[in-house]
């Protein structure tokens, strides 16, 4: 049973709540369109994100710097690779 390091499970708490507001602003800003009919975003990206953290072993997550940069894969995997075009892409990157 290995602890986790202290400032890592304090930066996980607060990704659970950047993750919620990517998901707000993500689906608020990119609407479906007829060109973008596929821009629906739901639940299901938010357990996508947390799931694919959760696939990292845990010995893997050695600080929180590590964490945060899994963390944005998983959000550019999940939301960004949705999009279809720079300026959409661009916008989510910021």
Known sequence: DK?????VAEVATKLTEATIQ???K???????????F???FNMRE???VFGGLFEAPRDTIKDEVYLVKLW???CER??????TNAPDKEWESN
């Open 3 to 7: 602890v986790v390091p202290k400032v």
């Open 46 to 48: 938010l357990s996508r």
């Open 72 to 74: 944005r894969h998983e």
């Open 38 to 40: 596929h821009y629906l």
């Open 78 to 83: 999940v939301f960004t690779d949705k999009l």
């Open 22 to 24: 990517l998901w707000t």
């Open 26 to 36: 993500t689906s608020a800003k990119m609407l479906p369109t007829p060109a973008k």
